[in-house]
């Protein structure tokens, strides 16, 4: 018989595991990891202010243009194939952030069955979870250290300037994407842990009790 067993705990894990994959999926798809300026090629990057209004952001494989005087944004790749991007940091990038990504929507799937099944070949799903979104946490932190890495890039330059290095961004400045996955970073790790909560939370006493009783959906604050 299956028991929908709802606790405080387990579901603001579910919550926050959704939240994380879905964060990491829309940051990573975002082009707005570094933000650069029109005419910001390295011969000519030294603007005044009135033509700095055209502001263009890169991402790991897209790019957009912001026209401020007709509000218009035009977004694409400019990369076609993976051999394309930018850097093999930015390649190597890529990889680490796509394993860490897929295991966390797993996770996210996994969580919302949690509800209805506590158990995975005998497992705890709880623990099996906590499990995967620490190895997810991994690989985003090695991707996310190898990104920078990349800033020394020939397109990172035409966007930054000849300052931009390694580590360096240059006269370009972060965008959100990037701060949204080093959150998103720290939130998996904290999902982690509080996957041991949700396991204690639905095999408490009081759960026990209710499934005693015949109780198919049992909830518990």
């Known amino acids: 018989m299956c028991h929908v067993i709802v606790t405080c705990r387990s579901m603001l894990w579910t919550l926050m595991s959704i939240l994380v994959a879905f964060a990491e999926v829309v940051a990573f798809m975002s082009a707005d990891w570094l933000v650069g300026y029109a005419d910001g090629s390295e011969s000519n990057f030294t603007v005044s202010t009135s033509l700095r209004s055209n502001q263009r ?43 860490g990504i897929f295991l966390l929507c797993i996770v996210g ?22 499990l995967l979104q620490g190895i997810a946490g991994l690989f985003l932190i090695l991707g996310l250290m190898l990104y920078p890495a990349g800033w020394g890039s020939r397109k990172v330059v035409d966007y930054c300037g000849q300052d931009a290095s390694p580590y360096k961004v240059g006269l370009c400045s972060l965008g959100w994407a990037f701060y949204t996955a080093i959150g998103g970073t720290v939130l998996t790790f904290i999902c982690a842990m509080f996957s041991a909560q949700a396991e204690i939370a639905t095999s408490s006493d009081k759960v026990q009790d209710e499934i005693e009783e015949g109780r198919s959906l049992i909830c518990v604050l």
């Open 57 to 99: 952001t890169l991402g790991i494989y897209n790019r957009c243009l912001k026209v401020a005087n007709q509000k218009v944004v035009q977004c694409g790749p400019y990369a076609t194939d993976f051999m394309e991007i930018a850097s093999g940091f930015w390649q190597a990038t890529v990889i680490f952030l796509v394993i």
């Open 109 to 130: 799937i996994l969580s919302v069955f949690s509800m209805c099944f506590q158990s995975i070949l005998k497992k705890s799903i709880f623990n099996v979870c906590g």
